[in-house]
């Protein structure tokens, strides 16, 4: 068997990896738009984890957003709908081809106002996150600044306010997170949304198949 045979690259499905949660719902929210559907992921109360079109020839499954990508890598889903916080961090050999327009927040520098000072400074600062490549892109290489990262796993706002961290990296949507906890963002690394993503082996074995799902959902997406 060779890399190319193996999982959904070899099969004649199309397996779609899809982001558990609210992202989950928005993409086939999104692909019944562009005429692709799967009653069997509709049931709330199941707790299966694979589900099939059989007459479209469909597979999709539910995973935690940073494994997508892992899974499109290495061909167990020829295609993954994840945000682009996650394929940054993740930086995995995949294709990014469409951006969808929903999932949309900002990854941003954020602490209290005081913290605004050690960042003007180029200060040696301590930076708490989820995302410790994108920190340490972000002060590496575009504002060329010593930092320490500190991995967090969640409720990374902790950080500052238990003055394990000077500054979080973290993503922000309304702001309320930022705001009931006294901090504020002090600088944006870049926009976010949901985009999706394609194992680089379908491309070529799969090339008919997925260009006309790409061109399905990018018709779905500049409809809205
Ligand atoms: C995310 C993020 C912020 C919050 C931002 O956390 O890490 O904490 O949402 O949203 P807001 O700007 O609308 O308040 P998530 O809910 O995913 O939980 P986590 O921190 O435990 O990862």
């Given at each position: 068997m060779t890399d190319t045979d193996?999982?959904?690259?070899?099969?004649?499905y199309l397996t779609i990896a899809l982001t558990k949660g609210r992202l989950a719902d928005q993409t086939m929210e999104l692909l019944a738009r562009a005429g692709y559907t799967c009653e069997?992921?509709?049931?709330?109360?199941?707790?299966?984890?694979i589900f099939t079109n059989e007459d479209q020839k469909l597979r999709f499954f539910l995973s935690k957003g940073p494994d997508v990508p892992t899974y499109v890598e290495y061909g167990a889903a020829d295609i993954g709908v994840t945000g682009s916080d996650v394929i940054m961090e993740e930086n995995r050999r995949v294709f990014e081809v469409l951006?969808?327009?929903?999932?949309k927040c900002r990854m941003c520098v954020a602490g209290?106002?005081?913290a605004g000072d050690l960042l003007r400074h180029h200060e040696m600062i301590r930076v708490a996150s989820k995302y410790p490549q994108i920190a340490k892109d972000y002060f590496y290489?575009?504002?060329?600044q010593t930092v320490d990262i500190i991995k967090l796993n969640?409720?990374?706002?902790l950080g500052p306010i238990v003055e394990l961290a000077d500054v979080i990296v973290d993503i922000v949507e309304t702001g309320s997170t930022l705001h009931e906890n006294g901090l504020m963002v002090l600088e944006e690394v870049c926009p976010i949304s949901a985009r999706m993503i394609v194992n680089q082996v379908s491309m070529s074995m799969k090339a008919r198949r997925i260009r006309e799902f790409i061109a399905r959902v990018r018709d779905a997406v500049n409809m809205q």
């Open positions: 193996r999982g959904a690259v070899g099969s004649e069997e992921l509709g049931d709330k109360k199941s707790r299966k984890l951006d969808l327009d929903f999932g209290p106002a005081e290489n575009r504002k060329h969640g409720s990374v706002e």
